[in-house]
C-alpha cells in the first residue's frame, strides 16, 4: 500500500492541466495534450524520496527526478547553481526555490521547459527558465522579478533554436504566478511585432502522495515518451502543411541570458 502523505504544508504538489499550443503563421495550427507537471522545493527532494515509494531523487523508480537533468546538468545540487546565477543580478538567496518539470517515468524524461521559482516572503525575487530542444540543446533565461510585478511578466529575445519551423527572429513574453491551487504559465511569442504562437500549461493541484502518482501513472501512460512522439507527430503535421523547416543556426557560446 502507498505511504503516508508528505507532510500537509509541504510545497511539493502535483498539477494535472493541459498543455496548449496554437500557432497563428505562415499556417495555422493548434494541438492540446493532457499531461501533468510536478512543482518540486529542491530543498524536499531528499525527504520526498525517503517518503514516497513511487519516487527517487537521483535513483531508478517509476518516478524520479535526477539533478543532473537541470542546472549545471552535471549532477551538482541545485541550490548553489540558481543562487550564483542570481548572485550576478545581486538578488539574495531565496528562501525558497520551487521547479516545475515533468519527472523521469522509468528513468525516462524530456522536458521542453523548466521553471523554477524563486520565493522569499512568498514573494517572487526571480523566475528562471530553463528551456530545451530535442536536438540535445539548452539556455536559461534569468528574470529577476520587481516587487510590483504581479503576475510576473517579462520579455525575452530568444537565444536557442526549440522549433525548426520557427526562425530565431523571435521574441517570448511569459506570464506566470506563485502556484497555488492553480499553477498557470503562458508563453507568447511573436516575430516582427507579429503573434505568432502562444503555448500554455494550465494545471490544477494535488498533493505530491504515492495516491495520486499511482493515479498519474495509470491516467498518463508512459508520459514521458508521449511527449517525445508528440513534438514529432505536430512536427510532421506542419511539413504537410508546407511550414519551411529551418536549419540549426550555431550554438551559442553561453547557455544563459540576464533579462
Same mark, same amino acid.
Given at each position: ?84 546565477? &542570481? !548572485?550576478?543580478? %545581486? #538578488?539574495? @538567496? ?13 528513468? =525516462? $524524461? ?8 524563486? &520565493? !522569499?516572503?512568498? %514573494? #517572487?525575487? @526571480? ?13 536559461? =533565461? $534569468? ?13 525575452? #529575445? ?102
Amino acid at each position: 500500500m502507498p505511504r503516508n502523505d508528505v507532510t500537509e504544508n509541504a510545497y511539493s504538489a502535483i498539477y494535472h492541466g493541459i498543455v496548449r499550443h496554437a500557432r497563428y503563421m505562415p499556417k495555422k495550427h493548434r494541438f492540446a495534450y493532457k499531461v501533468f507537471s510536478l512543482l518540486l522545493d529542491i530543498d524536499e527532494l531528499d525527504a520526498l524520496s525517503e517518503k514516497l515509494r513511487l519516487f527517487s531523487h537521483n535513483r531508478f523508480n517509476i518516478f524520479g527526478f535526477r539533478t543532473s537533468d537541470h542546472g549545471a546538468k552535471d549532477g551538482s545540487p541545485l541550490r548553489p547553481f540558481i543562487e550564483n546565477l &542570481l !548572485t550576478e543580478k %545581486k #538578488i539574495k @538567496a531565496p528562501e525558497r526555490i520551487l521547479i516545475m518539470c515533468y519527472p523521469r517515468i522509468f528513468g =525516462y $524524461v524530456f522536458n521542453p521547459i523548466t521553471v523554477y521559482y524563486c &520565493l !522569499t516572503n512568498n %514573494k #517572487i525575487s @526571480a523566475m528562471i527558465y530553463e528551456v530545451n530542444n530535442t536536438f540535445g540543446e539548452d539556455h536559461i =533565461y $534569468v528574470v529577476p522579478i520587481n516587487k510590483s510585478d504581479r503576475p510576473a511578466k517579462h520579455d525575452r #529575445i530568444k537565444q536557442l533554436h526549440v522549433s525548426p519551423f520557427i526562425s530565431m527572429d523571435a521574441e517570448y513574453s511569459f506570464t506566470t504566478d506563485i502556484p497555488d491551487e492553480e499553477l498557470k504559465v503562458i508563453i507568447r511569442e511573436k516575430s516582427n511585432g507579429a503573434p505568432l504562437l502562444l503555448a500554455s500549461f494550465i494545471g490544477q493541484r494535488a498533493p505530491l502522495t504515492d495516491k495520486e502518482l499511482f493515479k498519474a501513472f495509470f491516467g498518463y501512460p508512459l508520459m514521458t515518451i508521449k511527449i517525445v512522439i508528440g513534438i514529432h507527430y505536430e512536427a510532421l503535421r506542419l511539413i504537410l502543411k508546407g511550414v519551411r523547416y529551418i536549419n540549426r543556426p550555431s550554438k551559442l557560446s553561453s547557455r544563459i541570458t540576464y533579462l
